[in-house]
């Protein structure tokens, strides 16, 4: 078993910056992928970068892409969402996600831990 606890959401202006970070705890040797997903209000929930073991990462591409950067400190087992450059649109409720596979994934239905989530709203 696998527990994530996330943390560092806030409330933020437009144009401002947060950092996310997720601390994992139990079987952390068996976490291959981790990954973060967000959840708006009457959305389903979506992808927004993972990050595999071999550190290699991807975003999607549309919407966070060069703004938002994944890492992990595997040391610390940690993973870390720097999100730059905030929009309204940003506004989520932000999971971090844990994957036994050693690929950075984009798929939910491919996570087996999940995080309680934390809030993430971005005013105008």
């Known amino acids: 078993q696998v527990q994530l606890v996330e943390s560092g959401g806030g409330l933020v202006q437009a144009g401002n910056s947060l950092r996310l970070s997720c601390a994992a705890s139990g079987r952390t040797v068996s976490i291959a992928t981790m990954g973060w997903f967000r959840q708006a209000p009457g959305k389903e929930r979506e992808f927004v970068a993972a990050?595999?073991?071999?550190?290699?990462?991807?975003y999607d591409g549309d919407s966070v892409k060069g703004r938002f950067t994944i890492s992990r400190d595997d040391a610390k087992n940690t993973l870390y969402l720097q999100m730059n450059s905030l929009k309204p649109e940003d506004t989520a409720v932000y999971y971090c996600?844990?994957?036994?596979?050693?690929?950075?994934?984009?798929?939910?239905?491919?996570?087996?831990?999940w995080g309680q989530g934390t809030q993430v709203t971005v005013s105008s």
């Open positions: 990050i595999a073991s071999s550190g290699g990462t991807t």
């Open positions: 996600a844990a994957s036994l596979l050693p690929f950075a994934l984009r798929s939910k239905s491919l996570y087996g831990s």
